[in-house]
Antibody, heavy 118, light 109 residues
Framework: EVQLLESGGGLVQPGGSLRLSCAAS????????MCWVRQAPGKGPEWVSS????????YYADSVKGRFTISRDNSKNTLFLQMNSLRAEDTAIYYC???????????WGQGTLVTVSS | QTVVTQEPSLTVSPGGTVTLTCASS?????????PNWFQQKPGQIPRALIY???NRHSWTPARFSGSLLGGKAALTLSGVQPEDEAEYYC?????????FGGGTKVTVL
């Protein structure tokens, strides 16, 4: 059974940084691309970033490009999202999700809440 | 900035049929953009329903079907059940960049 467990969320001031982690189990982590999707309160999902299985290629939404960095440690079955220069509009639940072949975001974690506020 | 547009809300009677659409600001949505559909109920995580335009996931009931309709991606719910009341989001893949639509709230009444 695929399990994805996010951690690292919390309250941070504007301009601050946070590093999110996503611990994966139940599948061969290094064989699958992964992504981060966020959802602000009362809003729809917003794709944030994706990374290939090897970690060699990454993609970002324009809204986070240059501020967020996605990475993975395949030896530890863990996905990361380093978030810098945080803004109020980054406030959201952040989900990690597993891509399965050509199928994006098939399995989702429970999410971790990031609140950017002074 | 690419925008994906969906109907804000639709109402359908139990047992009825409703079609949701998903339009792209860049032009026609084609199978090259591999449109996907997700369902989200209040307090729950989004759940993948349809991938690559027409394909159901193993857990997706047969009453959900995906298609292309008039330059848009479409999700049709046939024989609607009360439990189908939810928000539905399309996801369009523009190469390495993905864009979700704003969602359609489907009310079963």
């Amino acid at each position: 059974e695929v399990q994805l467990l996010e951690s690292g969320g919390g309250l941070v001031q504007p301009g601050g940084s946070l590093r999110l982690s996503c611990a994966a189990s139940g599948f061969t982590f290094n064989s699958y691309a992964m992504c981060w999707v966020r959802q602000a309160p009362g809003k729809g999902p917003e794709w944030v970033s994706s990374i290939t299985a090897s970690g060699s290629v990454t993609y970002y939404a324009d809204s986070v490009k240059g501020r967020f960095t996605i990475s993975r440690d395949n030896s530890k079955n863990t996905l990361f999202l380093q978030m810098n220069s945080l803004r109020a509009e980054d406030t959201a639940i952040y989900y990690c999700a597993q891509d399965v072949g050509s199928r994006p975001a098939v399995y989702w974690g429970q999410g971790t809440l990031v609140t950017v506020s002074s | 900035q690419t925008v994906v547009t969906q109907e804000p809300s639709l109402t359908v009677s139990p047992g009825g049929t409703v079609t949701l659409t998903c339009a792209s600001s860049t032009g026609a949505v084609t199978s090259d953009y591999s449109p996907n559909w997700f369902q989200q109920k209040p307090g729950q995580i989004p759940r993948a329903l349809i991938y690559s335009t027409t394909n159901r996931h193993s857990w997706t009931p047969a009453r959900f079907s995906g298609s292309l309709l008039g330059g848009k991606a479409a999700l049709t719910l046939s024989g609607v059940q009360p439990e189908d009341e939810a928000e539905y989001y399309c996801l369009v893949l523009y190469g390495g960049a993905w864009v979700f639509g704003g969602g359609t709230k489907v009310t079963v009444l």
